[in-house]
């Protein structure tokens, strides 16, 4: 289990062990993955190791547990870290590193959860909204099955649908009204347009 300092400072380091074996358990916390700063052992569960350390961010708290003889990490048991950071500017314990007067605490026994702020919408109208990923804090982006409706935006265009996540047209209006006066062709805004051929256009009514 891991704790990596947010910012520089005195943090409060309150940890307890679970311990689910009869046999001797032993503990060590390291720090940035080689100094061992403080071990011990234990067959009964309690407080593990309690104390401040001073930090510069981005260093690091490795909290690790197991059987006597079978080295740390062998246990099937528990670990709870809470880390608080003191603030030197104030007496005792007091803001957090963002200094807005809150206490702030960190609970590395538990997961962090990167979706808390967050909200997953659809990317387009060929995608579902997505699920937040707590680890990440990424949203997925699935795609919608084919055959959702949708519009491509084009008035030319027929049978839009989603395929693969985006929107495809099956075909295209026709734009031919039979009438040899005039000129026919597509606008995408507008679709079909027919407009009147100059006067003296030579034309054929298709009548003998």
């Known amino acids: 289990m891991r704790f990596t300092a947010p910012a520089t400072g ?8 679970r311990i689910a074996h009869a046999a001797p358990v032993v503990w060590g916390v390291f720090r940035n993955h080689a100094t061992l700063v403080a071990s011990g052992s234990s067959t009964s569960a309690g ?11 981005g260093e690091t708290l490795d909290f690790v547990i197991g059987l006597t003889g079978s080295g740390y990490g062998g246990a099937t048991t528990g670990i709870v870290v809470k880390v608080t950071r003191q603030d030197t500017s104030c007496p005792g ?9 809150v206490w702030d605490q960190y609970d590395i026994s538990k997961p962090v959860d990167k979706c808390a702020n967050v909200t997953c919408s659809a ?9 937040c990923d707590s680890s990440s804090g990424v949203c997925s982006n699935p795609a ?11 008035a030319c265009t027929t049978g839009d649908s989603c395929q693969a996540g ?7 209006l026709g734009c031919d009204d039979q ?5 026919d062709s597509y606008s995408a805004t507008a679709g079909c347009v027919h407009v009147a051929s100059a006067v003296g256009q030579v034309c054929a009514t298709g009548k003998a």
């Open 179 to 183: 009438n040899p006066c005039t000129v």
């Open 123 to 131: 990317s387009d109208q060929c995608h579902d909204a997505g699920t």
């Open 93 to 101: 314990q007091c803001a957090d590193a963002n200094g807005n007067g």
């Open 47 to 57: 407080n593990g190791y309690n104390n401040a350390l001073a930090l510069t961010a």
């Open 166 to 172: 985006s929107c495809q047209a099956s075909g295209v």
């Open 144 to 154: 919608k099955a084919n055959g959702a409706t949708c519009t491509d935006g084009n």
């Open 10 to 17: 005195t943090f409060n380091i309150d940890s307890k062990w």
